[in-house]
């Protein structure tokens, strides 16, 4: 009798936490929600903010501004290169960090942190004065490099907590089996760590993708989407700003579906440690 | 860790310095050299005693740093209690659902922060459905609002950094082995015993690496308090921005902006402590 | 008034892709100097023009574009085509400025080290022009090739901050003063100090550009500011903070407390004259009035950077936008005041109800009750900014 109690307790508490789960993420998705359905409001004025009436007119015609759409392709230039290259450098640094104890692995964790607690207004005025005294002409080049800057300790972190505690010694067996550096590191370390890049680099690609300030400060005369939205929003707010918004989700949906097919099938593949989704 | 030490004999010396000199490179070309400029910056004070900066910016926004501090610790304590169940449930319950939800927490990343707290000013306009509702239950008074106040801002604050917190939570909960879970529960009989003594301290380092990527970004912040608040929610963030740009006081500002990243820094360290974790991140 | 914005739209959708044109063009140009030498009469090709004589020809006069940066919204559709037609100049056009302090901390550093900006011709306020001029940024203007100089209304050409407008000249002006939504006032508003009214509590915003909100500010406390000193700027910062800190005002913003006004959040707001024109669409109730006391009068100025190289052509544009007729073509598509003599009758010809408007013609009660901020020096600025970013709590 007690026992049965104790089930329905239990399960009772699971679904409080469970419904608790839902209701948080309701939460994180309920914004989105506001973006996407605004994409179909065909608004009085020229601010999408209140809404009149069902329509499809901004997503018939998505590509209307066509500065919009050189926007968000400069944005998502700026972000695949920035997080390829952070992803590289950090994910190096993450590995040094948990594989080696060596001098100077502190002030390097320091390094990595620093950047996180220094406002990003400081970080876009600073990086610019260096530019403008070695004489870089500021635009796509300089967007990039900063963005590669603030992104870098977001990717050493991550991977750093994602691979922290692994249990190196399969490694150390391949090796001990004469498999080469190189193929020690392709058929063992990558695949155990890969999971924590790709998740790292999902989050350096949205940090770019968002961010104003610094880039605001380095863009030059290039305009990345966020700079756009700012300086739209002032004059007007089409809902074709949410309809590329709308498109942008659906993308990551799709990419992130296409990353879980593909983790499945590694897992198919290499039976040994079940690989942790993104 | 045992294989730090054992992987550090065997190889070469020089390749963690190898690993990391890109990136640190990197950092120190674009991110210390600047800094150390504005630093230089910061006590080039014309006509007056190099700390005149510092003086101003500890004197004249106390109230800024305040509250900075006070809605960031706000918004990292809320995120934590948002998060930290939703992060236990994708790794423990979600089963099959797992990439899906996970996708879904960061989903909000993929849209821009601006258009995203558009959206917000969209739902808490004054008109808008989230104040009729809380009017309709008497929660807010029928000349209430939500937009330009503190609960907006602390609120928007969670929201954006939410994330960051839910993801570092639940990668630590989901390295935890499962027959350490099944043991305990059998040893302590109950899941909430399993949970304090086994799964709670395991996660911690999640909790400390989520608390601090909620609560650095959330204390720097300005469009928050600048979209979603009135003038009597600004930030320190706002502050430096201004003096950067409109006022052009850049000793002032680059004082305050190292006394932000002193306080930040700060609060890490104890917070560090605290949580019993000697690395910083 | 629903359809002049739609019409807006259309313009500014147009205007959008045919900057990007000029874009594509000045990469295919750059592709094709890079060695590809395929010879003028491609390169004018590639413009996308019909190929009218100008264009064929234009290929080896112009230097590359005139690159002009400007607000949002704040030109018509048809003068950049126009002006290309004409003169066989391409135009960049890019409205990447949304604030005085924002867009010169851009430029401040290049321009300090002689460095191009990729701009040949930016538009800023007053004030800001008078920093640009004072710090030796602008390049002075080329009468001899400007004879359309002379049409600058009289009353603006000789300014303390630009004497005989030796290095700018106004591309706009407009007024600031009291926008209202009167379904929440409940009345109509007459006074600068309604903004202060306690019914309003929460209710109002204020403007972050410091000349207009303090302007307005001391005509309501009785004082000029075309004389204000730093303790009149003092007292009257004092009135605002006090009214930031009770909670009377709601915000301080740049054009977007347009929003808030659409959206029903404020009841009223300090405001331009050109914005709530094209606000009537989202809110058809919306009024703006300039008060009793008076209003702030600005100008936005084109001014000609220092390390522009093409200077010939800036002049060029800038005798082309002087010209009554296209001056009119201009404010057509953007409601503001033109500062060229003759506009009003030209545009009389093309929108008679635009022009019969107070916003874009305002009747000589109104131009007596406008006033202009005093002329700042570099440090005065810096006093008068901190007192008032300290009022309005930044």
Known sequence: MAGRGRTFGRR??????????????????????????????????????????????????????????????????????????????????????????????????????LPLTTPEVVLGSSLLTLF??????????TIVIAHIMFSVSYVALTVR????????????????????????????????????????????????????????????????????????????????INVIATAILLLSLFALTATHLWQNRTLRQQPGRPLPPV | MAGTAAGGTRQSRAAPYLLIAPGVLWLTVFYVVPIVSLAQTSVEVAGGPWWDGYQRALTGYGTHFFRSLRYAFAATILALVLGYPLAYVIAFRAGRLKTLLLGLV??????????????????????????????????????????????????????????????????????????????????????????????????????????????????????????????????????????????????????LSFVMMFLITLGVLAYARLLGTEELA | MSRDTAQRDEEIHRLLRQALGRRRFITRTALAAGGLALGGRFLAGCGGREGGPDGIGGGGKARGPVRISNWPLYIDSETVPDFEKATGIDVEYTEDINDNGEFFAKIDEPLKRNQSIDRDIIILTDWMI??????????????????????????????GFDPARKYSVPWMSGMAALGYNPKKT???????????????????????????????????????????????????????KKARESGQIRKFTGNDYAEDLAAGNIAAAFAWSGDVQGLLADNPGLQWVAPAEGAMLYSDNMLVPKTSDRQDLAMSWMNYVYDPAHSAQIIAGAPYLSPVKGSG???????????????????????ARLHVFRALSDAEDMEFNRVFQDAIGA
């Open chain 1, 132 to 141: 403008l005294d070695l004489n870089v002409r500021t635009g796509f080049t």
């Open chain 2, 106 to 255: 960061i989903l909000p990343f993929f849209t821009t922060f601006l258009v995203r707290t558009f959206a917000w000013k969209t739902i808490l306009n004054d008109g808008g459905p989230a104040v009729r509702l809380l009017q309709q239950l008497h929660l807010l008074a029928p000349d209430g609002r939500l937009l330009d106040t503190t609960i907006a801002v602390i609120g928007g604050l969670t929201y954006n950094f939410l994330p960051f917190m839910v993801l570092p939570i639940y990668v630590s909960l989901e390295k935890i082995d499962r027959r350490l879970v099944e043991a305990a529960q059998d040893l302590y009989s109950t899941p909430r015993g399993a949970f304090q003594k086994i799964v709670l301290p395991l996660s911690l380092p999640g909790v400390f690496a989520g608390s601090l990527l909620t609560f650095i970004p959330a204390a720097g912040d300005f469009i928050n308090a600048e979209l979603l608040g009135s003038p009597n929610q600004q930030m320190i963030g706002t502050v430096i921005q201004n003096q950067f740009l409109e006022v052009r006081d850049y000793p002032l500002a680059a004082a």
């Open chain 1, 161 to 240: 907590a994602r691979i922290r505690g692994f249990d190196w010694t399969l490694e150390e067996a391949a090796m001990d089996l004469g498999a080469t550096p190189l193929r020690v590191f392709g058929k063992v370390t990558l695949p155990l760590i890969l999971p924590g890049i790709v998740a790292a680099g999902m989050l350096s690609f949205a940090l770019s993708l968002d961010d104003f300030i610094i880039t605001l400060f380095n863009a030059g005369s290039s305009v990345t989407y966020p700079l756009y939205v700012y300086g739209a929003r002032r004059a007007a707010f089409p809902p074709q």
């Open chain 3, 345 to 367: 009758a030209e545009l009389a010809k093309i929108a008679p109800d635009l022009a019969s408007s107070p916003l874009v013609n305002p009747p000589d009660d109104l131009r």
């Open chain 3, 130 to 159: 008078g920093r640009l001029i004072s710090l030796g940024y602008a390049a002075p203007l080329d009468n001899a090739s400007f004879p359309n100089k002379a049409n600058l209304l009289d009353n603006l050409s000789d300014v």
């Open chain 3, 186 to 240: 409940g009345r109509r508003l007459t006074s600068v100090n309604d903004i202060f009214d306690p019914k309003f509590k929460g209710q109002v915003t204020m403007l972050t550009e410091m000349r207009d909100t303090l302007g307005l500010v001391l005509l309501g406390m009785g004082k000029d500011p075309a004389k204000a000193t730093l303790s009149d700027a003092k007292a009257a910062c004092a009135r605002i």
């Open chain 1, 12 to 113: 009772l508490g699971s679904w409080l936490v469970d419904g608790y789960a839902a209701l948080v993420l309701a939460y994180l998705l309920l914004p989105i929600l506001v973006i996407v359905l605004y994409s179909f409001n065909k608004p009085a004025g020229r601010f999408n903010f209140v809404w009149k009436s069902f329509s499809l007119d901004a997503w018939r015609d998505p590509l209307r501004y066509d500065a919009l759409v050189e926007a968000m392709k400069l944005s998502l230039a700026v972000a695949g290169i920035s997080t390829l290259v952070a992803a590289l450098f950090g994910t190096l640094i993450a590995l040094a960090l948990t594989r080696y104890r060596f001098r100077g692995s502190a002030p390097v964790g320091l390094l990595l942190v």
